[in-house]
């Protein structure tokens, strides 16, 4: 089939439609604005609803109620969106219902500003509302990927019964990148026996995140904490570019990743050993794919669009044995590869310690 | 012996955690007598609040939702919009509905939403310990309002089913009251017609039910009905705000 | 080949659409190819711009920071990116709109009147594609071929009666940096 040209955000709402989700609630925010434009023309299409709602705690309360009737459903926003659904994430989390949330991260704190940044990490990757909870976190890189995953979103949501966040940035929304659709499938969506759907001659089902008796929030707690324990073990997803050999490995995502790809190049090219780990999925963080490089690997890296979070999971996974340094821009700034080399030059063969 | 008094299918078989004197055992009753008058429940789901009736889900027998404070309508519009040959309800305080949720419920009923909700306003915040609701009276005393309800510092009590009949979304709106006998009779007659409503998909429905709370209002039971009567119904007149002409 | 192409000018200009146009030719020739816009409030009113990188290999990075080819169709465009440029790249000015010279001497420049040849050419519309084909003939980013192909694909059938006059509107480009690079090399 042939390629075409498509914008990040239109990708993100031509995966969801392709990957069987037929409803969307959201609420107005830039900068993810041509996802909900794509999909309020393309749900109809294909016999889904698009609702724009009064506000982003409404939208994420709506996902609630669509995916404990049992529907593929998702939204998306961006930063100060984002915090405001946090209330209805944990529920979801708590009630163990699927869901898809997109956060275009966009330069905060407060209103910040609508330019490309990553500085949401934290708020991913750590549950980001009340309760001890996870969500599975999927960092695309190109349009193609997100497209490619989107699907596994949607999927890995059913599978754990967990919310799913697809995280990017203005950046990987904007651009536009040749992609392959491939064939569009019938998408069979697994049964749901849980959903509350009416009992229809069947046993009552509950959708809640109440355990009022200290004893069974603590086994409910337990339960989830299997589930994510499950996830870290099979799911850990990551991208290597360059490893072999590398001294200095890079850790960067998303755009920044991208960025980093450039600077290995550079450097290989210049003879640097410098390699790139590349997170796809944030949280579970990819602990799995630094045990083969963490031998030869005098130092890493980190580049990230904040003031530093992942680099937090990288020392967590290094966990002293090697140095940690960390490069970053923020506020909406992009890390500009030719700095990235200066910094790897200053690092490598370990004058930067 | 006929049987002449027997428990709603739709209610299930266990003791409440509601106080004495409480009028929540009321409505639930009456809801779930509509639901089984209308042969509706199995396909009826219900979304419980958070507030005193945060475990209605465990009193009905249907299908329920638990959602967080004052977003019911919300929760309710995702399912309804997913199943729109089920019905749905929304079982909400005054706390909930009428100061947390006002997004939620003003735009749920805007956009028209098929779905029906039971608004219990007993003008006070209950389950956390008697604060003022949006709904207390000026001079009402709360456990924040020791000195009564003040309109200087707080502004005035909320009417909910005057504020959302003017919306064109809205297709039945009722504001009744359970503190004697022929009000309760009233009351599950406006419950049934806001059902019967949502079955005909004419649109939004609301029933805004008075109640007591004799605990938090420091009041026994019987003196919390009177208060009822005399206080709350001269502010909140009862009556239908709102209904579609196809319905008597 | 690895070209990394900045388009700079005012919002209005079309320099987004001929951005994509070009990334679109690059898609159609099997090349990697992305497109990434100015971003930022900039994008409505002010300055727009958008980086295009064409290469036979995957692309690392989309962004466009130190492009290969500039083309600047407004002043403020040229101030602010010619500084950026890689040395040896190429910088093509739309002389029609801007008055000043590029002070770079280690990349190659070129002046074009786009507007005044669209013109001659019967709309000042395709001035853009002008510039365009200059960029083509001077760095075999795409072939004509293929930039005429893909205004089939992205045209409305309505708009096609356009595509002859963007071809010549290519080829006129291409023309004059053809003599101007003779001129040089005489």
Not at chain 1, 305 to 309: A, N, Y
Not at chain 2, 146 to 150: C, F, S
Not at chain 3, 56 to 67: G, L
Not at chain 3, 122 to 126: F, H, P, R, Y
């Given at each position: 089939m042939a390629k075409i040209l498509m914008k990040g955000n239109e990708a993100i709402g031509e995966g969801a439609v392709r990957a069987g989700c037929r409803y969307f609630f959201g609420y107005p925010i830039t900068p993810q604005s041509e996802l909900p434009h794509y999909l309020a023309k393309r749900l109809p299409e294909v016999g889904g609803l698009y609702l724009q709602s009064e506000s982003e705690t409404a939208a994420i309360n709506m996902v609630y109620g669509a995916a404990g009737a049992g529907a593929r459903v998702m939204t998306s926003s961006s930063g100060p969106g984002i915090s405001l659904m946090q209330e209805g994430i944990s529920y979801l989390a708590g009630a163990e219902l699927p869901c898809v949330i997109v956060n275009m991260i966009r330069g905060g704190p407060g209103l910040g500003n609508i330019a490309p940044a990553q500085s949401d990490y934290f708020q991913a990757t750590r549950g980001g509302g009340h309760g001890d909870y996870r969500v599975i976190v999927l960092a695309p890189a190109s349009v193609q990927e997100i497209i490619d995953l989107m699907q596994v979103a949607f999927d890995l949501a059913d599978r754990y019964r967990n919310p799913v966040m697809v995280a990017g940035d203005g950046i990987l929304g904007q651009m536009m990148e040749p992609v392959e659709l491939g064939e569009e499938k019938e998408i069979e969506i697994p049964p749901r026996p849980w959903a509350a759907t009416g009992r229809m001659g069947g046993d009552k089902k509950l959708i809640s995140s109440l355990y009022i008796v200290p004893e069974e929030l603590e086994q409910h707690n337990l339960k989830l904490a299997q589930k994510y324990t499950l996830i870290i073990e099979q799911e850990q997803r990551w991208e290597e570019y360059q490893l072999a050999g590398a001294k200095l490995v890079l850790v960067a995502f998303g755009t920044a990743a991208r960025i980093c790809k450039a600077v290995v190049d550079r450097c290989r090219e210049e003879g640097l050993a410098v390699g790139l780990i590349r997170p796809i999925t944030l949280w579970p963080f990819?602990?799995?794919?630094?045990a083969p490089v963490i031998n030869e690997a005098e130092g890493f890296l980190v580049v990230e669009?904040?003031?530093?979070?992942m680099v937090e999971d990288v020392r967590l996974t290094v966990n002293g044995r090697r140095p940690v340094y960390f490069y970053g821009r923020c506020g909406g700034m992009l890390p500009v590869a030719a700095d990235v080399v200066r910094e790897v030059k200053k690092l490598y063969g370990g004058e930067g310690q | 012996m006929q049987k002449v008094f027997t428990r709603p299918r739709s209610l299930k078989d266990i003791p409440t955690h509601y106080c004495p004197g409480c009028t929540h055992g009321i409505v639930h009753r009456l809801v779930a007598e509509v639901i089984d008058e209308l042969d509706i429940f199995d396909r009826t789901i219900g979304v419980a609040p958070v507030g005193c009736s945060v475990f209605a889900y465990n009193y009905f027998d249907c299908d329920m939702f638990q959602a967080s404070h004052g977003r019911a309508p919300a929760v309710a519009t995702g399912i309804k919009r997913v199943l729109p040959d089920r019905v749905v309800f929304t079982y909400q305080g005054d706390g909930d509905l009428a100061a947390i949720g006002t997004g939620e419920i003003v735009h749920a009923a805007a956009r028209g939403e098929k779905f029906t909700v039971i608004f219990i306003n007993n003008a006070i915040y209950a389950m956390t310990g008697g604060q003022m609701a949006p709904t207390t009276l000026l001079g009402q005393k709360t456990t924040t309002t020791?000195?009564?309800?003040?309109k200087e510092v707080n502004g005035y009590p909320v009417k909910i089913a005057e504020m959302l009949s003017v919306l064109d979304g809205t297709a039945y709106v009722a504001r009744v009251s359970v503190h004697d006998p022929a009000s309760v009779v009233k009351a599950k007659k406006a419950i049934k017609r806001a059902f019967e409503v949502q079955l005909a998909g004419l649109g939004f429905s609301l029933v805004e039910v008075l109640s007591a709370c004799p605990t938090n209002w420091g009041l026994p039971p019987v003196e919390a009905l009177k208060w009822l009567a005399e206080n709350m119904i001269p502010y909140y007149p009862l009556g239908e705000y709102k209904k579609p002409a196809e319905v008597g | 080949m690895y070209q990394a192409i900045l388009i700079a000018g005012f919002g209005g200009q079309g320099v987004l659409s001929t951005g994509q146009l070009l990334a679109y030719a690059g898609m159609l020739e099997g090349k990697h190819v992305s497109w990434i816009p100015s971003y930022g409030p900039e994008m409505r009113g002010g300055t727009a711009n958008c980086g295009v990188t064409i290469s036979?290999?995957?692309?690392?990075?989309?962004?466009?920071?130190?492009?290969t080819s500039l083309i600047v169709m407004n002043r403020p465009s040229l101030e602010k990116f010619e500084g950026s440029v890689v040395p040896g790249g190429l910088i093509l000015v739309n002389s029609s709109l801007i008055d000043i010279k590029a002070t770079r001497k280690d990349v190659r420049v070129y002046y074009i009147p786009a507007n005044e040849l669209a013109e001659e050419l019967?709309?000042?519309?395709?001035a853009n594609n002008v510039i365009l084909g200059a960029l083509l003939e001077l760095t075999?980013?795409?072939t004509p071929d293929a930039v005429e192909k893909s205004l089939r694909e992205v045209l409305p059938p309505h708009r096609h009666d356009m595509i002859p006059l963007n071809r010549r509107a290519l080829e006129a480009g291409a023309a004059l940096v053809h003599r101007s690079a003779a001129a040089r090399a005489g």
């Open positions: 990819p602990q799995k794919a630094f669009m904040s003031l530093g979070q | 020791p000195y009564g309800r003040d | 036979d290999y995957p692309i690392s990075s989309p962004v466009v920071t130190e492009p019967g709309s000042s519309k395709v075999g980013v795409v």
